[in-house]
T-cell receptor, first 113, second 107 residues
Framework: DGGITQSPKYLFRKEGQNVTLSCEQN?????MYWYRQDPGQGLRLIYY???????QKGDIAEGYSVSREKKESFPLTVTSAQKNPTAFYLCASSFRLSTDTQYFGPGTRLTVL | EDQVTQSPEALRLQEGESSSLNCSYT??????LFWYRQDPGKGPEFLFT???AGEEKEKERLKATLTKKESFLHITAPKPEDSATYLCAVGTDKLIFGTGTRLQVFP
């Protein structure tokens, strides 16, 4: 089955810790994205990548970092510099940027204790 | 500034009671309008993509339409399993999401 997987489903972090969220896709998509979802707000773009070894900041990149060493994988690190990290994080992918439909993973809920 | 607004924020329908959800937008250079369904605690599920004014797409009880300023998601004879949050997103050089309409369909 083709799709996008995210792990873990739930993640708890103590203040001051960095955590890494996993995102893998087997759809052969070139573009991958990370979004953050908070109650009452639309999805907000954190980072996106069009090709391997290249990625761009989205609207709310501060306190986050990413890597794209493989086409299939786009992990997101939430650093201690992110002031309000508790949120629902969604990974998506598409064939190309912009006009192509984005398909989403199941999400990771991060809670800072 | 590019903006996407969805209305109503929440909608309660009785089973079989048809209605419409609205997505209005102001963007420069529309490259597509996307509808997604999201269940609590899950990722959005793709429903439709519309690219030009006048375009319509249907899937079971759902029908999406597009004009130059807005899109409608029509729900005909809804069932309780249609209860979810429906998200609209507009494509420019990125996707801009609305805040969604939370739909509840009760028996």
């Amino acid at each position: 089955d083709g799709g996008i997987t995210q792990s873990p489903k739930y993640l708890f972090r103590k203040e001051g810790q960095n955590v890494t969220l996993s995102c893998e896709q087997n759809l052969n998509h070139d573009a991958m994205y990370w979004y953050r979802q908070d109650p009452g707000q639309g999805l907000r773009l954190i980072y996106y990548s069009q090709i391997v070894n290249d990625f761009q900041k989205g609207d709310i990149a501060e306190g986050y970092s990413v890597s794209r060493e493989k086409k299939e994988s786009f992990p997101l690190t939430v650093t201690s510099a992110q002031k309000n990290p508790t949120a629902f994080y969604l990974c998506a992918s598409s064939f190309r940027l912009s006009t192509d439909t984005q398909y989403f993973g199941p999400g990771t809920r991060l809670t800072v204790l | 500034e590019d903006q996407v607004t969805q209305s109503p924020e929440a909608l309660r329908l009785q089973e079989g009671e048809s209605s419409s959800l609205n997505c209005s937008y102001t963007v420069s250079g529309l490259r597509g309008l996307f509808w997604y369904r999201q269940d609590p605690g899950k990722g959005p599920e793709f429903l439709f993509t519309l690219y030009s004014a006048g375009e319509e797409k249907e899937k079971e009880r759902l029908k999406a339409t597009l004009t130059k300023k807005e899109s409608f998601l029509h729900i005909t004879a809804p069932k309780p399993e249609d209860s979810a949050t429906y998200l609209c997103a507009v494509g420019t050089d990125k996707l801009i999401f609305g805040t969604g309409t939370r739909l509840q369909v009760f028996p």
